[in-house]
Structure formats: C-alpha cells, structure tokens
C-alpha cells in the first residue's frame, strides 16, 4: 500500500516538475527520484527608493536521496530548491554535481552549490573537483561552459591512489580547469608528501587524451634544412576541440606554415556538426630550368582544406525542418605541379525538406580553381532542384511523379559528337521527368489484372532528349492452388543519346513482348508448367525459347525436369534433371545431368548413400559421367561412421572423403583426399594428393600422416610425418617429421613447433629443419613472454655438401619481475632480449649480437619512474612518466655524450 502511494507521489512530482522546471530556457530537468515537493512564494526585499523586488517563486525537493538530471548532468542531494524568478538551483547541505563537458566527466562535491539553468554556470564554497586524473579541493568554485575555476586550491593526480600523504600535489592561489583539453594554476607550490618544496609561477598540466596531446617533431635535412612540426591543442567553450598546426622549414620561401583542425559539436543552434581541416605549408623547393636558361625555385604556399557542416535549420512549414549539409575540400600538398586537381576546391552542398504534400531537395556540386583539361570525374550541378510529390491513389490508380531541374557540367558521352566536340566535358540544362503509373483490380474470381507505366524522360536544352518507357500487363486466373493461367505483355523502348557520360543509355532495340504461363498440380505432390513468350519486333530466329517443367515431391521420391526448346528455331536450348529417391530412408539414389545447346551434354552424376540405423554411419559413391565423351570422369567415395557405444567415455568416429579423377582426354588422372580417426582424446589423420601418371609429379604429389589431440583442448599437440610423394619409386623425395603442441590456461600459453628433415629418396641427412617456442607465462610475481625461432636452409636442399644457413631470431624475449609484497606492485625488474642471429656455414654473420636491455621501472600509480640500461649500445636512459603527459627521457647518456631533455626541449621528439 505504502509502496503504490509513492508511486503515485513520484508520479505527480514528476509531472508538476514538468510544469516547474520546463521554463528554464533550452535545459531539460528530470526529477528521477524525491520524497516531497513544496512550492513557496517569497516578497521581493524592499528596495532603497521605497519599491519592492520581484516576489519570488521557489521550489523546494527534498527526501532522502534526491537526484535530478539537468540534459546529461546529474544532481544528488538530500535538498535541493528551485527559484523560478532566478532559473537557479541551489544544493542545500552536501551535495553532488556530476557534468560532461568535452567528452571529459567531473564531479563536484560540496555545500551550497548554485546551479543557473540559463548561462550553465555554477558556484560554490569548498567544493571537491573530481575526475578521471585529478583531484581539486578549492575554497571558492565556479564554472562557466568549458571552464572551472577554483581560488586557494589543492589539487593532484594521486588522490585515488590510497596513500597519505600524497607524493605529491600544489597548492594554488587560482586554478583554471579546461576539461578534456588542460590544467593552468597560477601562483603554485609543489608539494612532496605534503611539503612544500618549490614555488612555480604557473603549472600546466594536460589532459587530453594521447592523440591530442601536444606534438613536436624536430628535423634535419638536406634539402629543407632544420624543420619543426607543432600540433597544439586547444578548446573553445564546451563544444569545440581543435588543433593549431605550425610548419616551420628553414630552407623553403616562405619558411613558416599554418594551420587548423578542429571539430565542433552542436556549436550554435541549426548546427549539428563542423569540422574544419585546413594547412598551408610552404612549397618545397624545386627548381625549373625555363628555355632561355635561367631557372626558376617554386615560392608559395600548398593548401590542404577539409571543411563540412551538417545541421537542421528551423522552418515551421516543413515537417522536420531544412537538413543540410556543406563539404568544400583540396588537397595540394603532395600533388606534382601538372596534377590536374592540383589547386581545386571541390564543392559540395545538399539542403532538403519533407513537407505533407510533397518533398524539395536543393544540391550542389561545383569546382573551384583551374578550368578542367581532362574529363571530369564528377559530377557538377550548378545547381540542382528535385521537386517529388507525395504518391496519389485513387481507388485502384496510384500515380507517383519527380521532377529534377539542374545545371550540370560533366564528362562528355563519346556515343554523341556534338558533346564530343565541346571538349572532354559539356555543360548544359537538363530536365528529366519520372513517373510510374499502376492499376491492379480483380475483375472476377480468381481474377487478378495489373497495369504499370513506368517513363524516365530527360529533355536537354542542346535539344537532345532521352526516353526511357516500360509499359508491363499482367491477368493471372488462378483456379486453385497450383492451378493458374497468366498472359503478360512487357513494351520497352529507349531512344535519344544524352550529351553525358554519367546518364548515357546505351540503346537496346525496342521490345514488344506477350508471353503465357500454364501451372497445373493434378495431384499432390506432381506439378507441371509451361511458358511461352513471343517479341513482335524480333524475327524468328530471336524468339525466346519456351519452358516446360515437371516436379515430383512425394516420399521417398523427390524429382524435376526443365527442358527449353525454341520452336522457332527448332533447338533445344537448355535441359535439366535432378531426381532423388529414398529420401529420408536408408539407401538414397540420385541422379543429376544438363545439357545446353552451346556447350552440348554436361556431366551426369550418379550418387549412392547407405546411411545407418542412428543416422550417423554412411557410405556413399558418386559416378560422374562425362556425356560429351562417354567416358566416365571421376569417381567419389565417401563415409562416415560414430561408434554407438560408450559414445561420452570413449568415442570414437570414422570421417573418410577420396575423389578418383579419371583419365580423359582433357583431364590428368588423380587421386586426392582425407581420413579421419578420432577416438576419445585422440584424431589420426592422413591426407593424400596424388596424380595417377606413371612418372606422378613429384613435384606437388603428397602423402601426410598425422597423429594428435582433438582440436579444442587445453593440451593440444600433434606429430606428423610425410612430404613430397613419388610415386614412379615408391617413396617420400623429402620426409619431414613435424611436432606441434600448446598448452593453453588462463592467462598462460605455451606454443612450441619443430621440423625435422629426415633422409628420403632425394634427401640423405638428418636435420632440424626449423624449431620455435612462443609464449607467455605468468608466475604471479613474475611474468615471461616473448619467441624464439630458429630456421635452416640449404642452398640444394637433402645434400651435406652444399651451403647452411642458420637463423635464430628473439622476437623479443622478455621477463618482467614484480616487486614489493602488496596487492599492487611498486616496482618491477624487466630484462628483454633482442636478437637476429645468422650463421653461413657455422660463420657468425654481422652484426652478430644479442642485444638485451635491463629495465627498472618504479610505479607510483600518480606517476614512475624508469631506467634503461642497454650495454650493448652502450645508452643508459632515464625517463619520468606523469599523468597526461607521457613517458619523457630526463637524462640520457650515449656513446655520442650526456644531455638532459627536460632540460633542453629542442632535443625531444614525440
């Protein structure tokens, strides 16, 4: 009972919050959940000349746990109060404010938080910040879209790590949040575990995600000289995220680029989407020798845009508004000189709406920079209007119209001379009309009449036209089922050649054709059809042929004969059989065959199945017959069989499949298949590809054994044995003995693989042939992955004499040891072991070493710390890794000499 009253208490606090909160100018308030809602009226404060300020209205919803949703934000209180006057919401008591800006959520903890509905700002008094890298802790809060700013602020990325005090953290007089995109503090000091230590003017921490973070890249070449590449990103307001691109070349004139990227979501009303891609990077350099002599070096700028807009304008008359959409795009940079897109801007523009009668569509299409010297690849409309009624029906009459006005410029058809000579393209108006018109009606019982009209016409103003009409009739009298008799008449005719090449028609000769269909069923399961079609403008010699078929379904017997004879020309075009008996019994016959006039008798094939009591044990042959040359071309064998016993403990199944090719007068005689053993856990198999000539083909013939487990397992292995097969001796030219096995548990894997060559009619020695271990391990404290593989070959493969070449490859080999007794590591220990090793002939080749690198990494979850140790390349690194800001190298020392990044930022490169 309690239960179904606040039900309906919730019910009518959220429909007179609807009435409430609904005039907070575009923001949507929900109330998901509260126990009681008050409304109360406040006498506005008497004012210094003796007037009074508006009376103001608040609402007040309270309850043990209030939750409100404001779009995506969401508010939990225990109080929360409304001011209509105001359009603000004010937390009474502890509260929490959960918002989404930029893709980045933040939560606000506090007392006293003041939400204003209409600008989206807020503030408040000892308000914890939180989100997914930091903590802020600041006396004073407020936020406007895009940006929080809190006075007197703690802030740090090791809040959530579960230590006190934290490692470390800065206290500020103003902190300014951009979430998404950074952190600036002003007047900061950075604390180690809670003690001051050093005093920073300004502190800027960035929090995009990795692919947009700040990038540079630092260059040395000989032709542009020194050159730097900065992508910088910023945001703008709430909705905008973007990059500013800066190009700096030494050597090019002129020497600095510029550029933006940027994507904005819903930035202003009617726009959805914008983004914006534009560079101009300085040309390279390159020279042109002129005909007096003298040379020319290229100057300027390239110009890279990308530029499209997408959104819904507000119209009343329309059902949904204007959708549109805007791309204006060019591409230079890259191009050679004589590219012919080089220095276009290709146009793009669509703008539709769907009114209650009728819709209207708006496109165009259109280039901008040099005059085309090649035909066109697109399409250019000039523009384009699309004007398309709603269908008509009247009764049984449908009728549905479009009309398309445009002016276009497009590759010329080759097909029309005039078109050809204006040039590779033409430009003209074109009108084109389509329509399509339909009757259906049933005259009488069993009676069904259709009639359609479908035309595409397109009138140019070069006075070309091209017509494109079908005209199709259709009665069908249907007596009962299976039983019916059909006439149709189909009329088609295209005439006219367009000027273009993207709406040619490549005229077919006109078309008027009536044709009867005849179904009869005289019993079930037995049918029988009939055709005929007659084109009153094609001679005799063109008639289609006609169709007669039977079908018989009726079990065990399941039967079908297509023949097409043309009895104009006297032929037999086409013939077919299909004819199985014993279905779903124990012994099946089938039989199919073709014939065509063209290719003459196909193949017959003769199939027989014994299939077992349970179903599961068959044995089948396929007799194929070649009908052309009376001889029988290939032979198929096939069984299957499951044990019926014991069938969970210890199962066994027989699969076996082997095709025989017999010997004719275009084919090579073959014999190629496979057999299948599997009982219980274990699979024998044995494959075979043969070629059944005297001399075989050693070359490709094959003959494989292989034993192993059931594929699935968590212990799979499998040893095999076989190769190249000559037959003409009666032997493997060159064995090889194959091992494969994995081992797979949670988080673990294990794969090892070996091949041994062994001695055959053409290979006399004994080898590994290849050999490899691959995998991870993990040991709780410790972890193991990487490969290794090792390979052979000779330069005449079976014989000792001729040239070795060895391969052992790391790929890499890696060990990884966890310190400290907690759940979570602090530190860990890698050694890495990197390595590509030949040897020729037992020759260690160059550079012939094993490369390991040592690494020391500590992990302070709100930052680490590492040490690389490589003795080989004789560089030891130190790198120090900090929320947002990557892994950077703060002291490196080399063969060439010692530098410290951090302290010399023209050395990094990211």
Request: glycine share 10%; aromatic share 8%; proline share 6%.
């Amino acid at each position: 009972m309690r239960a179904a009253k606040l039900g309906r208490w919730l019910l009518g606090l959220g429909v007179l919050a609807a009435g409430l909160l609904g005039t907070a100018q575009a923001r949507t308030v929900k109330i998901i959940s509260a126990d009681r809602l008050e409304l109360r009226k406040l006498t506005g404060d008497l004012l210094p000349d003796g007037t009074h300020a508006p009376d103001q209205e608040i609402v007040v919803i309270s309850g043990e746990k209030v939750e409100l949703h404001i779009d995506d934000d969401v508010i939990l209180a225990t109080r929360v109060e409304y001011n209509r006057t105001r359009r603000t919401l004010t937390i009474i008591g502890a509260g929490e404010y959960d918002t989404v800006q930029n893709g980045s959520s933040e939560v606000l903890k506090g007392s006293g938080l003041v939400v204003d509905l209409g600008s989206e700002a807020l503030t408040g008094e000892d308000v914890l910040i939180s989100d997914s890298q930091l903590e802020i802790l600041g006396e004073a809060v407020s936020r406007v879209p895009g940006q929080l700013t809190a006075s007197n602020s703690y802030f740090t990325a090791c809040a959530k790590c579960g230590r006190t005090p934290n490692d470390y953290a800065f206290r500020a007089k103003n902190v300014r949040l951009y979430p998404g995109d950074r952190l600036v503090a002003y007047d900061a000091t950075l604390l180690l575990a809670d003690v001051p230590v050093l005093f920073l003017p300004v502190v800027v921490l960035p929090l995009q995600d990795p692919d947009r973070q700040p990038k540079f890249n630092f260059g040395q070449s000989a032709v542009d000289g020194f050159t730097v590449q900065a992508d910088l990103p910023f945001v703008i307001g709430s909705s905008t995220l973007g990059t500013t691109l800066l190009r700096f070349y030494q050597n090019r004139s002129p020497f600095l680029g510029f550029g933006v990227d940027l994507k904005s979501y819903s930035p202003w009303p009617g726009v959805d989407r914008l983004n914006l891609y534009a560079l101009a990077s300085p040309r390279p350099l390159t020279t042109t020798t002129n005909s007096d002599g003298t040379t020319t070096t290229a100057s300027g700028y390239e110009i890279n845009l990308n530029f499209a807009v997408r959104g819904n304008l507000n119209y009343s008359p329309a059902l949904t508004g204007i959708d549109y959409n805007f791309s204006a795009v060019r591409t230079d940079i890259g191009r050679a000189d004589n590219d012919p897109a080089r220095g276009v801007t290709d146009v793009r523009g669509t703008a539709t709406a769907d009114f209650p009668d009728y819709s209207v569509a708006l496109n165009y299409a259109d280039r901008y920079g040099p005059d085309p010297t090649v035909a066109l690849p697109n399409v250019l409309a000039r523009p384009e209007v699309v004007f398309d009624p709603k269908p008509y029906r009247l009764g049984n009459f449908s009728a549905d119209f479009k009309v398309t006005v445009g002016n276009y410029t497009a590759a010329s058809n080759p097909l029309s001379r005039s078109a050809q000579a204006q040039g590779p393209n033409f430009s003209t108006l074109r009108l084109e009309e389509n329509h399509v018109l339909g009757f259906s009606a049933k005259p009488w019982q069993g009676a069904a009449f259709t009639l359609s009209n479908t035309f595409t016409g397109r009138y140019y103003l070069t006075g070309a036209r091209v017509v494109n009409l079908n005209v199709t009739a259709n009665l069908t009298q249907t007596f009962s089922a299976g039983n019916s008799v059909a006439l149709n008449y189909v009329y088609t005719r295209q005439e006219g050649t367009s000027p273009f090449a993207f709406d040619a028609v490549y005229i077919r000769p006109p078309s008027s054709t009536l044709s009867a269909a005849v179904n009869v069923t005289p019993t079930p399961g037995f049918s029988l059809s009939a055709s005929q079609g007659y084109d009153f403008f094609q001679p005799d010699s063109a008639q289609p042929a006609a169709n007669f078929g039977v079908q018989l379904q009726r079990d065990p017997v399941s039967a079908s004969i297509n023949l097409a004879p043309n009895f104009f020309t006297g032929n037999l075009e086409t013939a077919n059989l299909n004819a199985v008996v014993g279905q779903n019994r124990s012994f099946v016959l089938g039989l199919t065959a073709g014939y065509t006039l063209l290719g003459g008798p196909g193949i017959a094939s003769l199939s027989a199945d014994a299939i077992g009591g349970p179903r599961t044990n068959t044995f089948g042959v396929t007799l194929n017959y070649d009908l052309k040359q009376q001889l029988l071309s290939s032979v198929n064998l096939r069984a299957a069989a499951v044990a019926t016993r014991d069938t969970v403990l210890n199962p066994v199944s027989l699969t076996a499949n082997e095709t025989i090719v017999l010997q004719t007068p275009t084919q090579t005689p073959t014999l190629s298949g496979q057999a299948t053993l599997t009982t219980g856990s274990l699979q024998f198999k044995v494959m075979n590809a043969l070629t059944l000539v005297p001399a075989g083909n050693p070359l490709s013939d094959q003959i494989t054994f292989s034993v192993g487990s059931v594929a699935g397992a968590a212990l799979n292995w499998s040893v095999g044995y076989g190769g190249l097969y000559d037959i003409s001796r009666l032997g493997w030219t060159k064995p090889v003995v194959t091992a494969n096995i994995t081992a797979t548990r949670q988080g673990q894997q294990l794969r090892a693989q070996a091949s041994l060559n062994v001695p055959g009619l053409d290979q006399s020695i004994t080898e590994l042939g290849s050999a490899s271990i691959a995998g991870n391990y993990d040991l709780g404290r410790a972890f193991i992955s990487g490969g290794a593989y090792y390979t052979r070959t000779r330069s005449a493969t079976g014989t000792a004499t001729q040239s070795v070449t060895d391969t052992l490859t790391f790929q890499p080999l890696t060990v990884t040891v966890a310190l400290g007794n907690g759940p979570k590591p602090g530190a860990y220990i890698s050694g890495t072991l990197r390595s590509a090793l030949t040897w020729q002939d037992g020759v260690l080749q160059a550079p012939g070493r094993i490369e390991p690198i040592l690494l020391f990494t500590v992990d302070r979850c709100c930052w680490a710390f590492q040490v690389e140790i490589n003795p080989v390349d004789q560089r030891y690194r130190i790198g120090l890794s900090l929320p947002g800001g990557g892994t950077q190298p703060a002291f490196d020392v080399t063969s060439s000499g010692v530098s410290v990044p951090l302290l010399n930022p023209g050395t990094m490169g990211y």
